[in-house]
């Protein structure tokens, strides 16, 4: 049985690994095409493709999937089953025509809940308490196929994107490998979703990562968790991005804090900055100032200008 496998960033490693281990035929690996990263912008391969060069199996990196060439190119390798996990482009009909066994998908969330390119992000952001893996039949939909199976991991308050990307990565890799045998023999019975119950994670934006002090204080510790570490969150300090990068986990029943506008630096202190919000306030751990590298709340407080009484916008 050939085996094509298509991923890009480090999510989908495990599950390469693990099919290799168990013995299966992995025919071609397809990623997305090398990128310029760092201030150098230095043309950089992705996870899956070193991962896939280590074993030495052959790498396609089309610029788009639908190109005619590129899935000539794919037909090539009489693929049996395509199996991706973040590849990052959708499959066209004629790729998830082309093998007997189908196309699987390894998906960061609990279908219906969370379809599209950034679900593990938005269950953070969006303060869920489980997230999980759903393997299922890809479909011309976003996230449309008929499920597998599914997989529920908890998310843990102190958790952030970083941490529950690794913990999805092995649980999905692991799922796929209990279901692929049944899949092969044909006793697996997919299940079809319940549009009706859909929800969405569409890719993060710029606005994503502005921090709304008005909001209350969970809600913003979420935002930036969710936000760790690929970017965190934002706010303006004399009119220059500051970026936040780890808060303190705030109270449950907040205390009152004044008639303080939200954004305003109630104090500074070595342990973190404390910052009105709508309900309460909170602490900010790590912080990164226009133009320097993060620090944490000690650090920054030492030679800091920042004054209690400054209003973050």
């Not at 991706?84 to 609990?110: E, R, W």
């Not at 308050?157 to 913990?167: H, P, Q």
Request: proline residues 7%; glycine residues 8%.
């Amino acid at each position: 049985m050939n085996i094509v496998f298509m991923g890009t960033p480090a999510f989908a490693v495990p599950s390469l690994e693990m099919l290799i281990a168990e013995g299966y035929t992995i025919a071609a690996v397809v990623t997305q095409p090398d990128r310029p990263q760092g201030r150098k912008k230095v043309l950089t391969p992705t996870p899956v493709k070193e991962a896939a060069l280590r074993h030495g199996i052959p790498v396609l990196q089309p610029q788009r999937l639908r190109n005619p060439e590129a899935v000539a190119e794919l037909a090539a390798y009489k693929p049996d089953l395509i199996v991706t996990a973040a590849y990052g482009q959708i499959l066209p009909k004629s790729v998830l025509d082309m093998p007997a066994l189908g196309c699987l998908n390894v998906h960061g969330s609990l279908l219906p809940a969370y379809r599209g390119g950034a679900p593990i992000q938005r269950s953070i952001i969006n303060g869920e308490s489980v997230t999980g893996i759903t393997l299922m039949y890809m479909a011309e939909g976003l996230d449309t196929g008929d499920m597998i199976a599914r997989t529920e991991v908890p998310i843990e308050d102190d958790d952030t994107a970083g941490t529950m990307f690794e913990k999805l990565s092995q649980a999905g890799a692991e799922l796929l490998r209990r279901e692929l045998p049944r899949l092969v023999k044909g006793k697996v019975e997919a299940e079809p979703q319940d549009d009706s119950k859909a929800t969405y994670a569409p890719n993060l934006s710029r606005d994503d990562e502005k921090i709304d002090w008005s909001r209350t204080s969970r809600e913003i510790y979420d935002q930036i968790r969710g936000l760790v570490p690929y970017s965190g969150g934002f706010t303006l300090w004399n009119g220059e991005v500051f970026k936040v990068w780890a808060a303190a986990k705030p109270e449950s029943a907040q205390k009152p804090s004044g008639n303080a506008q939200p954004g305003t630096v109630l104090e500074l202190q070595e342990k973190g900055i404390v910052v009105k919000t709508g309900d309460g306030t909170l602490t900010l751990l790590t912080v990164q100032p226009s133009g320097k590298k993060a620090m944490d709340a000690a650090q920054f407080v030492r030679g800091t200008s920042l004054t209690a009484g400054t209003v973050l916008s």
